[in-house]
């Protein structure tokens, strides 16, 4: 996407149409994450890719039909733009209320 000059409009879609980016348990994952180097701003890996997705030059569009909560929201709202299901759509931080 940063890369090929051809690429102008990005369409994210989740695998799971219940979930966007299901299933990440940040207390699991604290210990692999430490293995990985920071990005070139001093960013955790995480926090660089949202910044890159949405610095990008293509115009990243996310495709929500469930629920994007935590990481999945983080990354929907790093995008362009967001189609939703008026039906079945959510967002969510849910952190904040811990």
């Known amino acids: 996407m940063e890369t090929d000059d051809d690429v102008r409009v990005v369409v994210l879609d989740s695998a799971n149409e219940d979930l ?4 990440y348990d940040v207390l699991a994952a604290t210990e692999p994450n430490k293995a990985l180097m920071a990005g070139r701003t001093g960013l955790t890996p995480w926090l660089y890719a949202l910044v890159r997705l949405s610095r990008g030059p293509a115009m ?3 495709s929500i039909r469930g ?3 935590g990481a999945g929201s983080e990354f929907v709202l790093a995008s362009d733009l967001r189609f939703v299901s008026r039906e079945r759509a959510v967002l969510a931080q849910i952190e904040v209320g811990h």
């Open 20 to 23: 966007y980016l299901a299933h």
């Open 60 to 62: 990243s569009t996310s």
């Open 67 to 69: 629920r994007a909560l």
